[in-house]
């Protein structure tokens, strides 16, 4: 079965309007376009059909913290509170289960290295009973609901209020230190997250079609986007919905727009050590190891468990570190995203592996039609 046929059956079978992906490795590539933009099929999908990239947004400010630090502008084990204020002197609660109000100082400060491995102690456990996590979740919004967050400073003061469920350092939670990432980009490179992601990440990989908002010359390549209902498909973001203006908060956890093809530049510039296709020097090697190597223990791998499925995480990023599925390679690195979409880079076979589909999901249960990609290109 082709990679075409593999995503054909689940179009035809109505769980998908579209999809898109790459299988790139030394024998060759292999691209697939298959369906529609959109429901009513008005416009075939194509090769540079724009998706709502939503979480491989993640690695792509991870990166652009590291090029600070390749910079020399950040150390790993800087106090963030440095540039960021608001979340200098974090509480937090005495036990991960205690209420909001029985507190106690964090042991240390949280550091740049904290940040980038998810373990600040603000994000997503497995238990989203947690009273501090359900503290979190008015500050951190649907990522994919980008026209919700307030400005950036205002989030910050925000998320500052908010107890941590963990002291930094002792776990790994989802998807707030991404978040937070992008906020400490935008502070220590004086610039706006958009602008230092265009200037040392997107520009450098030639990704010319990612970015926070798509504009009005760009929007018959967009897909809309849909989310599961109870009479199929449901339409949650047309083309010209929350992507066709800049969000008061550019979101660093999710919030990039991008084709299948930028996604694969990016993945082969990880893979060639920080080098772009033309030579250029991106990252150092030492930043993109450290983005590729898992830094977490087996008891904060079971905290965020729901998340991780058993394997690890990088910066930015998950690493397989167990071959539970036929498709886990130990050093295997990427994410998915809770709009359909899912990017790998195995070093070990030097392959880039990128699925866009536009029907998002409110669960951490992989979908099947996003297995069989993985199966399809292990």
Known sequence: MSLRDTLQ?????????????VVAGPGGTEVAAVGSADVEGTRPMTEDSLFRIAS???????????????????????????????????????TPASPVDDLVPAKRPITVSDLLTSQAGWGFASDFSLPAMQALFPVQLDGREVQHFPETDVWVARL??????????ESWLYDTCSAVQGVLAARVSGSSLPEFLEERILAPLGMADTGFVVGADRRDRFTSFYKAGPDGLELADAPDGQWSTMPAMPLG?????????????????????????????VLTPEAVRLMTT?????AQREIGALFL??????????????????????GRYGWVGGTGTSAHVVPATGTVSVLFTQVGA?????????????????
């Open 294 to 298: 898992d830094h977490t223990t087996a």
């Open 309 to 330: 499925e058993g394997q690890g995480w990088g910066m930015g990023g998950s690493v397989d570190v167990a071959a539970l599925d036929p498709w886990n390679v130990p």
């Open 253 to 281: 956890s999710g919030g990039l727009a991008g084709t299948v093809g930028d996604w694969v530049a990016f993945g082969r510039m990880l893979l060639a050590e920080g080098t772009a296709a033309d030579g250029k020097r």
């Open 9 to 21: 059956k689940h179009v035809d079978a109505g769980a998908l309007p579209g999809a898109v992906a």
């Open 160 to 169: 500052g209020e908010v107890p941590l469920v963990y002291q930094p350092g």
């Open 56 to 94: 491989l947004t993640k690695p792509i400010t991870a990166a652009a913290v590291l090029a600070l630090v390749d910079d020399g502008r950040l150390a790993l084990d800087d106090p963030i509170g440095r540039w960021l204020p608001e979340l200098a002197d974090p509480k937090v609660v005495r």
């Open 362 to 378: 409110d669960s951490p249960v992989v979908p099947a039609w996003m297995r069989d990609f993985w199966q399809y290109s292990a």
